[in-house]
């Protein structure tokens, strides 16, 4: 059989190669003969994907893109981060999955089937790649949409696009993988254009036997890899299981809460109240809000609360209204830690009547409720704070519990405000207005990245953290002068060595580091190390021409001389390119 070749790896094709790489390649005469800057590739991209009306039109041409051409895709994206991003993830990334089954063309990753079990290692060996990280998915809770079973895969490649784009991580060292163990999505059993099993998901003990096979099998096959679990129902049984055995984590849980405390740490910096004085009402008890609000515990500890006295800061809402100890119901064993005992009896099923009972300083909305933070809400929180906290994180923005818009007429522009979705800066009394974003790829491209690079055993809590405290120090002066939350996410690859930077520290804190001797690096040192080794795919083309004249040198050497010449066009001019090889 011939060797496999998967069309995501590779940028054999791009016109920006001269004619010396292209013969090395043997793809001269297969592209049009102009060579091409990276300047001219760009603006051909962008006016293409200009000329699409639709957000899923142009995540399937960049779907394209990254499959046919892997060195310009990013070239482009890390050009366009702020404008791009929003196509090749979150929002677009939600439609895509919804219809995955109907917009699939290509392979872009590994798919594992309940019916797989026992056979893992061998399906693996058909990935021809060395992988440094995988983003695995079941599927079973994409973003705010539920259960979408196999169309889930639209979530690991996004989001491994990003640890290149982000981090740097090679293109090639990177896996997207899902796990087919079926669906309860009975719609999508039944619809004949769905890829995945027809059958009702597996239960919890059979998934947790599957998932021990798959992480035995995963790091048997690549020593050291880092497993990033993303979008499971629930999360909390995985990482509990593998967190101190594996190196890995769920970016839902631990990188969701990192961003969102890296943020906050700026935001109650900036309202002007001290860190003991703060009360916290959370719409929305799922696994994503009790990992954001386990790791604020985190930091109020770090200002010197208790635990007891940091958890008790907390005021969690779901369906039923707030979470007590003596509702009456049966509680998810997540929601227990942070269910209030101090209620008295009473039983508040009204997010306004709470936060008149609780006068909290920070509102966050992880409930995928659209517009719960409705103008009441919003006043009200104006009402108790000079600079209230207003943090509304659903995705899709869809699902947003109000907009940046919204915050800021409501409370007169005084909030303090970030998002999970991008919405749009404003003009307001007079200055521009800029909304943060809790966008979890300012943490978890640097908690990859560290955790490769040191080669850790685990991905510890202290690790976490630690990429939500570089975080909060990763503004500029500028951006802290305007009053950012978060940096500009057009800096992101130096904000992933900051965030990488703080991840090895706290890795060798931990001892779980095993290149040791970067303990011996200063910290400029080791934010050159960093760097050293980040993918740049505008050096790619140079790298493999260095390649070419290095074997040219060496033939040249032994025969004496070049066995002859070619021509070839940079931008429409002639250009005399290197010998044939």
Same mark, same amino acid.
């Not at 893109?65 to 895709?73: E, I, Q, Y």
């Not at 943490?443 to 490769?452: C, D, E, Q, S």
């Not at 990763?474 to 009053?483: M, P, Y």
């Given at each position: 059989?011939?060797?496999?070749?998967?069309?995501?790896?590779?940028?054999?094709?791009?016109?920006?190669?001269?004619?010396?790489?292209?013969?090395?390649?043997?793809?001269?005469?297969?592209?049009?003969?102009?060579?091409?800057?990276?300047?001219?590739?760009?603006?051909?991209?962008?006016?293409?994907?200009?000329?699409?009306?639709?957000?899923?039109?142009? $995540?399937?041409?960049?779907?394209?893109?990254?499959?046919?051409?892997?060195?310009?895709?990013?070239?482009?994206?890390?050009?366009?981060?702020?404008?791009?991003?929003?196509?090749?993830?979150?929002?677009?990334?939600?439609?895509?999955?919804?219809?995955?089954?109907?917009?699939?063309? #290509?392979?872009?990753?590994?798919?594992?089937?309940?019916?797989?079990?026992?056979?893992?290692?061998?399906?693996?060996?058909?990935?021809?790649?060395?992988?440094?990280? +995988?983003?695995?998915?079941?599927?079973?809770?994409?973003?705010?949409?539920?259960?979408?079973?196999?169309?889930?895969?639209?979530?690991?490649?996004?989001?491994?696009?990003? !640890?290149?784009?982000?981090?740097?991580?090679?293109?090639?060292?990177?896996?997207?993988?899902?796990?087919?163990?079926?669906?309860?999505?009975?719609?999508?059993?039944?619809?004949?254009?769905?890829?995945?099993?027809?059958?009702?998901?597996?239960?919890?003990?059979?998934?947790?036997?599957?998932?021990?096979?798959?992480?035995?099998?995963?790091?048997?096959?690549?020593?050291?890899?880092?497993?990033?679990?993303?979008?499971?129902?629930?999360?909390?049984?995985?990482?509990?299981?593998?967190?101190? +055995?594996?190196?890995?984590?769920?970016?839902?849980?631990?990188?969701?809460?990192?961003?969102?405390?890296?943020?906050?740490?700026?935001?109650?910096?900036?309202?002007?109240?001290?860190?003991?004085?703060?009360?916290?009402?959370?719409?929305?008890?799922?696994?994503?809000?009790?990992?954001?609000?386990?790791?604020?515990?985190? !930091?109020?500890?770090?200002?010197?609360?208790?635990?007891?006295?940091?958890?008790?800061?907390?005021?969690?809402?779901?369906?039923?209204?707030?979470?007590?100890?003596?509702?009456?119901?049966?509680?998810?064993?997540?929601?227990?830690?942070?269910?209030?005992?101090?209620?008295?009896?009473?039983?508040? #099923?009204?997010?306004?009547?709470?936060?008149?009972?609780?006068?909290?300083?920070?509102?966050?909305?992880?409930?995928?409720?659209?517009?719960?933070?409705?103008?009441?809400?919003?006043?009200?929180?104006?009402?108790?704070?000079?600079?209230?906290?207003?943090?509304?994180? @659903?995705?899709?923005?869809?699902?947003?519990?109000? +907009?940046?818009?919204?915050?800021?007429?409501?409370?007169?522009?005084?909030?303090?405000?970030?998002?999970?979705?991008?919405?749009?800066?404003?003009?307001?009394?007079?200055?521009?207005?800029?909304?943060?974003?809790?966008?979890?790829?300012?943490?978890?491209?640097?908690?990859?990245?560290?955790?490769?690079? @040191?080669?850790?055993? @685990?991905?510890?809590?202290?690790?976490? !953290?630690?990429?939500?405290?570089?975080?909060?120090?990763?503004?500029?002066? #500028?951006?802290?002068?305007?009053?950012?939350? !978060?940096?500009?996410?057009?800096?992101?690859?130096?904000?992933?060595?900051?965030?990488?930077?703080?991840?090895?520290?706290?890795?060798?804190?931990?001892?779980?580091?095993?290149?040791?001797?970067?303990?011996?690096?200063?910290?400029?040192?080791?934010?050159?190390?960093?760097?050293?080794?980040? $993918?740049?795919?505008?050096?790619?083309?140079?790298?493999? @021409?260095?390649?070419?004249?290095?074997?040219?040198? +060496?033939?040249?050497?032994?025969?004496?001389?070049?066995?002859?010449?070619?021509?070839?066009?940079?931008?429409?001019?002639?250009?005399?390119?290197?010998?044939?090889?």
């Amino acid at each position: 059989m011939p060797p496999r070749q998967l069309s995501t790896t590779s940028g054999d094709y791009c016109t920006s190669n001269p004619p010396d790489v292209r013969q090395y390649l043997r793809t001269y005469g297969l592209t049009p003969p102009a060579v091409e800057s990276f300047e001219v590739q760009a603006q051909r991209c962008l006016r293409l994907l200009a000329m699409k009306p639709t957000p899923i039109e142009k $995540y399937q041409y960049l779907t394209h893109l990254r499959a046919t051409n892997v060195h310009l895709f990013y070239r482009l994206l890390s050009e366009n981060i702020k404008d791009l991003t929003p196509l090749i993830y979150t929002p677009t990334v939600g439609e895509a999955c919804v219809r995955w089954h109907e917009i699939f063309t #290509q392979p872009e990753g590994v798919y594992l089937s309940w019916h797989d079990r026992g056979n893992l290692r061998n399906i693996l060996h058909n990935w021809p790649h060395k992988v440094e990280i +995988t983003v695995l998915t079941d599927g079973s809770r994409i973003l705010g949409l539920g259960d979408l079973g196999v169309n889930g895969m639209g979530i690991p490649v996004g989001k491994l696009a990003l !640890y290149t784009a982000c981090a740097g991580i090679r293109p090639d060292a990177t896996l997207p993988l899902t796990l087919d163990l079926g669906t309860n999505n009975q719609a999508l059993r039944e619809d004949p254009l769905y890829m995945g099993a027809r059958m009702p998901k597996v239960s919890a003990e059979e998934e947790r036997e599957f998932l021990d096979e798959l992480m035995e099998a995963l790091t048997e096959q690549w020593p050291g890899i880092v497993i990033q679990f993303e979008d499971f129902k629930n999360p909390f049984p995985a990482l509990e299981r593998y967190q101190n +055995t594996y190196t890995m984590f769920n970016d839902d849980v631990q990188g969701t809460g990192a961003v969102i405390v890296g943020g906050f740490i700026n935001a109650v910096k900036a309202s002007g109240v001290p860190a003991k004085d703060h009360r916290a009402v959370f719409l929305g008890a799922g696994s994503a809000g009790v990992g954001v609000a386990k790791q604020i515990v985190e !930091y109020f500890i770090k200002e010197g609360l208790t635990e007891e006295e940091a958890r008790r800061k907390f005021w969690f809402v779901d369906s039923h209204g707030l979470v007590t100890l003596d509702r009456g119901d049966k509680l998810a064993e997540h929601k227990v830690y942070f269910a209030r005992d101090d209620n008295n009896g009473r039983q508040y #099923q009204s997010l306004a009547r709470l936060i008149d009972f609780v006068k909290p300083t920070i509102l966050m909305g992880l409930s995928t409720i659209g517009g719960a933070f409705n103008r009441d809400i919003l006043q009200k929180m104006a009402k108790l704070n000079d600079r209230p906290i207003i943090f509304p994180l @659903s995705n899709p923005s869809s699902k947003s519990e109000c +907009t940046f818009e919204e915050a800021v007429r409501h409370t007169e522009g005084r909030c303090l405000f970030a998002s999970g979705s991008p919405f749009p800066s404003m003009e307001f009394g007079g200055k521009l207005l800029t909304p943060g974003q809790g966008n979890n790829m300012y943490v978890f491209p640097g908690i990859g990245l560290g955790a490769i690079i @040191s080669k850790a055993v @685990s991905v510890t809590q202290d690790m976490i !953290y630690a990429s939500a405290e570089s975080l909060s120090t990763s503004l500029n002066k #500028q951006e802290v002068a305007d009053g950012w939350l !978060y940096p500009d996410i057009r800096r992101i690859r130096d904000v992933s060595v900051i965030v990488t930077r703080g991840v090895i520290r706290a890795a060798q804190k931990n001892g779980v580091d095993r290149v040791t001797e970067l303990r011996n690096l200063s910290d400029a040192e080791l934010d050159a190390y960093i760097k050293e080794r980040m $993918y740049d795919p505008f050096n790619e083309r140079e790298n493999v @021409s260095d390649e070419v004249a290095q074997l040219l040198a +060496t033939a040249s050497g032994m025969n004496g001389h070049a066995s002859g010449y070619t021509n070839g066009y940079t931008n429409g001019e002639v250009n005399t390119a290197a010998a044939h090889l």
